[in-house]
């Protein structure tokens, strides 16, 4: 069984990995007009290390959520070694990912501060929500015999709203360039 749980996070780690690998690999979109502030902006955010390293923690983030899920959708009583180690990675993921947001935003100007204060906004909103989420789940899978439809429909809504993260992301980053 603990052979199987390490195979599952080790399988979810190689995932993220290789998605993140995969952005990074890929060349950034060129803007029509690349002398925009807002294209210097975009290009300035996607390689700057502490987003890409939050990048890289939300990824991690979305598969140990995705895994968790999985593990527990349908699935008879939940094996509590392995919700608590997923729980535990996720917690770890989102706070480093604030961590390197925060350090991101203290390296831009003030002009580029007030341009994205409305994403900046979004992204706390966000945040918040998330972090109650992962509090929610932390409490859930802290019982001896945790319950599974709790557990993955809490897993579920991490995975969501991480999702719906990316996609705003996306959409403002696309905007900008």
Same mark, same amino acid.
């Given at each position: 069984m603990r052979k199987n749980m390490i195979s599952v996070i080790a399988m979810a780690l190689c995932l993220s990995t290789l998605v993140v690998a995969a952005h990074a690999g890929s060349p950034p979109a060129q803007a029509a007009n690349p002398t925009t502030d807002a294209a210097h902006d975009s290009k300035m955010m996607a390689t700057d290390p502490n987003n890409v390293l939050a990048m890289a923690y939300h990824q991690s983030l979305v598969a140990f959520a995705a895994a968790l899920h999985g593990q527990t959708v349908g699935a008879g009583p939940v094996n509590v070694e392995f919700a608590r180690d997923a729980v535990h990675e996720m917690r770890r993921n989102f706070d480093q990912m604030k961590s390197c947001n925060e350090k991101y935003? @203290?390296?831009i100007s003030d002009e580029v501060r007030t341009n994205t204060a409305p994403m900046m906004q979004e992204l706390e909103t966000h945040r918040a929500d998330l972090n109650a989420q992962l509090t929610e789940l932390e409490t859930a899978v802290k019982v001896d015999v945790p319950d599974a439809t709790k557990v993955s429909t809490l897993a579920a809504g991490v995975y969501s709203r991480l999702e719906t993260m990316s996609k705003a992301h996306?959409?403002?980053?696309? @905007?900008?360039?």
């Open positions: 935003m @203290a390296t996306q959409k403002q980053m696309s @905007a900008k360039s």
